[in-house]
C-alpha cells in the first residue's frame, strides 16, 4: 500500500527556533509536495521535489530518495509560521497521497 | 485573474436533502480532483477527472457523484447528505504532464450536515 508518514503530529517552539517536520513514504515517488495550511484558511503549495533541496527565503525542503524520506526546514521560526505543514506525494501519476499533517505553533 | 474558486464557501444542510459544490479554475487545466479534510484523517480523494467527461473514484467515493462536462467546472454533488459527510471540502486542479504535478486549490468549502 502507498503510505505516507510525517512526523511529529504536534510541535511547539519558541519564536527564533530551528524546526525539522519529516515525512517517509513507502514507495518510489514520481514528486513530494510540502503545503502549508493557516488555521481555517486554504491549502498552499510550499515546494515540489523530485530530488535534493530547494530553497525560499527561511524555508528548506530536502529530500533523500534512497532512503524515501524528506524533511521540510523553517529557521528563525516567526509565530506567522504558526500552521498545519502537510506533506504529500505523487506515486507514479496525478493523484496525491497525503500524511496526516504536522500541527506547529511557534510562540512569541 | 480569478484562478480556482468554489462555491459555496460555506454550506448548512439537512440530512437526506441533495448539495452540489461548485468548482471552477480559469486555466483550462486537465486534471482536477475533489478532496474532504477531517481531523485525525487528514486528506483523502473522492473524485478526480483527467479531462472533461472523463471521472475516476478515489478513495473514498461513497455518496458522491461527479460530471464535468466542461474543462473549468468540476462540481461535487451529496445525493442524500449525511451526517458523516460534515467535512471541508476543497477542490484541485493541475495541468497533465510528467513536469506537471504541481495542484493548486480552491479556498475549500465548509459543509455541515445536521
Known amino acids: 500500500k502507498n503510505e505516507v508518514e510525517q512526523s511529529p503530529q504536534n510541535l511547539t517552539a519558541q519564536e527564533g527556533e530551528f524546526i525539522t517536520i519529516n515525512c517517509s513514504y513507502s514507495?518510489?515517488?514520481?514528486?513530494l509536495h510540502w503545503l502549508q495550511q493557516h488555521p481555517g484558511g486554504g491549502i498552499v503549495s510550499l515546494f515540489m521535489?523530485?530530488?535534493g533541496k530547494k530553497k525560499h527565503g527561511r524555508l528548506i525542503a530536502t529530500i533523500n530518495i534512497q532512503e524515501k524520506h524528506s524533511s521540510l526546514h523553517i529557521t528563525a521560526s516567526h509565530p506567522r509560521d504558526s500552521a498545519v505543514y502537510i506533506c504529500?506525494?505523487?506515486?507514479?501519476?496525478?493523484?496525491?497521497?497525503f500524511g496526516t499533517g504536522t500541527r506547529l505553533t511557534i510562540i512569541p | 485573474d480569478a484562478g480556482i474558486t468554489q462555491s459555496p464557501r460555506y454550506k448548512i444542510t439537512e440530512t437526506g436533502r441533495q448539495v452540489t459544490l461548485m468548482c471552477h479554475q480559469t486555466?483550462?487545466?486537465?486534471?482536477m480532483f475533489w478532496y474532504r479534510q477531517d481531523l485525525g484523517h487528514g486528506l483523502r480523494l473522492i473524485y478526480y477527472?483527467?479531462?472533461?467527461?472523463?471521472?475516476d473514484k478515489g478513495e473514498v467515493p461513497d455518496g458522491y457523484v461527479v460530471s464535468r462536462s466542461k474543462t473549468e467546472n468540476f462540481p461535487l454533488t451529496l445525493e442524500s447528505a449525511t451526517r458523516s459527510q460534515t467535512s471541508v471540502y476543497f477542490c484541485?486542479?493541475?495541468?497533465?504532464?510528467?513536469?506537471?504535478?504541481?495542484?493548486?486549490f480552491g479556498p475549500g468549502t465548509r459543509l455541515t450536515v445536521t
Open positions: 504529500a506525494v505523487n506515486f507514479g501519476n496525478e493523484k496525491l497521497t
Open positions: 514507495v518510489g515517488i514520481s514528486a
Open positions: 521535489l523530485s530530488s
Open positions: 486555466w483550462s487545466h486537465s486534471y
Open positions: 477527472s483527467a479531462a472533461a467527461d472523463i471521472t
Open positions: 484541485a486542479s493541475n495541468r497533465a504532464g510528467t513536469s506537471s504535478y504541481e495542484q493548486y
